[in-house]
């Protein structure tokens, strides 16, 4: 299965505190996207870091990629109770244009 | 506002009895993407569009096919649904589609259940 990996698959955090959530995948991608999703919704894009990017900042994200390891993190800081959500990362492989998702992390902030 | 939209939001069918979801946007996109998304499971891709290409995943099952009449509207036709189909159905669209440099945008889902 070319599905990328996610962790934690779950997290839990007080208000004010910071989420980073880990993305693995496993082919060559011109970029990778974090999606968010609340429970029975579709999907959100939050943002989109290209393959000769290493850092992107949205207001409270920041997404590291780092292609020789196929690795990406999502850093969500002072996180609020509205961001409790599951984020899935998504690639788009070279010479395509599929987007494969990971497993996703469940981040739940307690008030 | 431009957007994409899925009906019915909820659909409730027979074992066997087929069924149809539809979805319609007013991005104008290129690209049409059908996914299945089980309970806490990450979105499967069934199939896609591209422009009028069709695009099968190898493991999407032959219950499952899909129409796109035209830019905006596209079709995901269950034909004989079984309780392993039961599930949210995703439709989400992307511009130009080319090596994916754009973000998806994505409908709300419907959620199909299966008696």
């Known amino acids: 299965s070319q599905q990328g990996e996610e962790d934690p698959q779950a997290l839990s955090i007080q208000e004010g505190e910071n989420a980073t959530m880990n993305c693995s995948y496993k082919?060559?991608?011109?970029?990778l996207q974090w999606y968010r999703q609340n429970s029975g919704r579709g999907l959100v894009h939050l943002i989109l870091i290209r393959s000769n990017e290493r850092e992107k900042h949205s207001g409270r994200l920041r997404v590291t990629l780092d292609t020789s390891k196929k690795s990406s993190s999502l850093l969500i800081t002072a996180s609020r109770a509205a961001d409790t959500a599951s984020y899935f990362c998504a690639t788009v492989p070279s010479g395509t244009y599929k987007y494969i998702f990971g497993t996703g992390t469940r981040l739940k902030v307690l008030a | 506002d431009a957007m994409v939209i899925q009906n019915p939001r909820y659909q409730v069918t027979q074992f066997g009895k087929p069924v149809t979801l539809s979805c319609s946007q007013t991005?104008?996109?290129?690209?049409m993407y059908w996914y299945q998304q089980k309970s806490s499971q990450a979105p499967k891709l069934l199939f896609h569009?591209?422009?009028?290409?069709?695009?099968n995943e190898a493991d999407t099952p032959d219950n499952f096919q899909s129409r796109r009449p035209n830019t905006s509207f596209c079709f995901l036709d269950i034909r004989s649904p079984g309780l392993g189909d039961a599930a949210m159905y995703l439709c989400?669209?992307?511009?130009?589609?080319?090596?994916?440099?754009?973000?998806?945008?994505f409908g709300p889902g419907t959620r199909l259940t299966v008696l």
């Open positions: 082919t060559s991608i011109n970029n």
């Open positions: 991005l104008n996109h290129n690209v």
């Open positions: 569009y591209y422009d009028k290409d069709f695009n």
């Open positions: 989400a669209t992307t511009l130009n589609g080319t090596s994916g440099r754009y973000e998806q945008f």
